[in-house]
């Protein structure tokens, strides 16, 4: 089970922290991201952490801008979100597969089995 939250409307420029609080997630058997959708758009992946890997990757749109992390001892992922444009605007979700995923997919929502629930953030210009 995964409960994302710390979203809110921000001005433009501002910063965000989302949450993702995940319930036998603990372990580096699961790959975890987070995703994005706008009102209109398709599922966007924003970032992930591959089971095993060496480090985050972060869709070009964010890179430079948001950091992803986890924190295997309370079971969560969090999205430090900065320099925050309009466009950034959407429900974000957090979601969770176990095992690996190949590095081309891991931004790809077909990849993963479980999903939160979304959070909004709204960045007014």
């Known amino acids: 089970q995964l409960q994302a939250s710390g979203g809110g409307l921000v001005q433009a420029g501002g910063s965000l922290r989302l949450s993702c609080a995940a319930s036998?997630?603990?372990?580096?058997?699961?790959?975890v991201a987070w995703f994005r959708q706008a009102p209109g758009k398709e599922r966007e992946g924003v970032s992930c952490i591959r089971s095993f890997s060496n480090g985050p990757t972060y869709a070009d749109s964010v890179k430079g801008r948001f950091t992803v992390s986890r924190d295997r001892a309370t079971n969560t992922m969090y999205l430090q979100m900065s320099s925050l444009k309009p466009e950034d605007t959407a429900i974000y979700y957090c979601?969770?597969?176990?095992?690996?995923?190949?590095?081309?997919?891991?931004?790809?929502?077909?990849?993963?089995?479980?999903w939160g629930q979304g959070t909004l953030v709204t960045v007014s210009s």
């Open positions: 979601a969770a597969r176990f095992n690996r995923i190949l590095a081309s997919m891991c931004l790809d929502p077909s990849s993963y089995d479980y």
């Open positions: 036998g997630f603990a372990s580096d058997y699961h790959s």
